[in-house]
T-cell receptor, first 113, second 111 residues
Framework: NAGVTQTPKFQVLKTGQSMTLQCAQD?????MSWYRQDPGMGLRLIHY???????DQGEVPNGYNVSRSTTEDFPLRLLSAAPSQTSVYFC????????????FGNGTRLTVT | SQQGEEDPQALSIQEGENATMNCSYK?????LQWYRQNSGRGLVHLIL???NEREKHSGRLRVTLDTSKKSSSLLITASRAADTASYFC???????????WGAGTKLIIKP
C-alpha cells in the first residue's frame, strides 16, 4: 500500500523556471492538500481540494497553481520560480477534511537559485 | 497565521523518562491533532482529540485538551530513542475550516 507518493524528492530550479510537483494517493481519499514547510514555522497551506474538479486556495497560494482531474492525483505547479519558494513541500490526503487524520507524502525539497 | 504554538521549542531527555510538550491556540476549535515528523520524512498522525473530549490515550501517548485555557499537552511515557522527532499540533478553527499548525517541538531522546 503506497499511501501518498510525491515526486521528485529533490529539485533545484533557477529563478523564473516552472515545474510541477507530483502527488498521488491510492487510498481513494476525497480531500488532498499541499503545504510548504519552512524552518522555524508550522506548515502553511498552499491549495487544497475536496474532490475531483474542485480546488481552493489556502493561506499562501500566490505563485502556485493546482488542478484535480482525478481523485488520485493532485499536482502542484510553480509558474515562475522565485527564491522565496525555496522550501520543503508536502502533499497530504484524508478521508474527510478538517476532522480526519492527514496522510502525508515524504516531501519534495525545492531549492530556487 | 499561526494558531498553535508548541512549547518548548526543543526538549532533550534521557531514554526511559517521560516527555511532555504543550500546544496553545487562540480561537475556538473543533478538533486538535498531534503529528510526529522524523527527520527528512513526512508527518505521521498520532492522535485527534475533539473539543468535547478532555483526554485521549494511544499506547504510550496521552493527550489532554483544556478548551478553557485553549491548550493541549502531549505526554510520551517511557521514552525510546525512536521517539526522537519533531512533534506538531494542528487545530481547525470553528469559523475557518483550515488546519493551522504550530512550529513544533523538537524532541531528542538520549540513550
Amino acid at each position: 500500500n503506497a499511501g501518498v507518493t510525491q515526486t521528485p524528492k529533490f529539485q533545484v530550479l533557477k529563478t523564473g523556471q516552472s515545474m510541477t510537483l507530483q502527488c498521488a494517493q491510492d487510498m481513494n481519499h476525497e480531500y488532498m492538500s499541499w503545504y510548504r514547510q519552512d524552518p522555524g514555522m508550522g506548515l502553511r497551506l498552499i491549495h487544497y481540494s475536496v474532490g475531483a474538479g474542485i480546488t481552493d486556495q489556502g493561506e499562501v497560494p500566490n505563485g502556485y497553481n493546482v488542478s484535480r482531474s482525478t481523485t488520485e492525483d493532485f499536482p502542484l505547479r510553480l509558474l515562475s520560480a522565485a527564491p522565496s519558494q525555496t522550501s520543503v513541500y508536502f502533499c497530504a490526503s484524508s478521508y474527510g477534511s478538517w476532522d480526519s487524520p492527514l496522510h502525508f507524502g515524504n516531501g519534495t525539497r525545492l531549492t530556487v537559485t | 497565521s499561526q494558531q498553535g504554538e508548541e512549547d518548548p521549542q526543543a526538549l532533550s531527555i534521557q531514554e526511559g523518562e517521560n516527555a511532555t510538550m504543550n500546544c496553545s491556540y487562540k480561537t475556538s476549535i473543533n478538533n486538535l491533532q498531534w503529528y510526529r515528523q522524523n527527520s527528512g520524512r513526512g508527518l505521521v498522525h498520532l492522535i485527534l482529540i475533539r473539543s468535547n473530549e478532555r483526554e485521549k490515550h494511544s499506547g504510550r501517548l496521552r493527550v489532554t485538551l483544556d478548551t478553557s485555557k485553549k491548550s493541549s499537552s502531549l505526554l510520551i511515557t517511557a521514552s525510546r530513542a525512536a521517539d526522537t522527532a519533531s512533534y506538531f499540533c494542528a487545530t481547525d478553527e470553528v469559523s475557518n475550516y483550515q488546519l493551522i499548525w504550530g512550529a513544533g517541538t523538537k524532541l531528542i531522546i538520549k540513550p
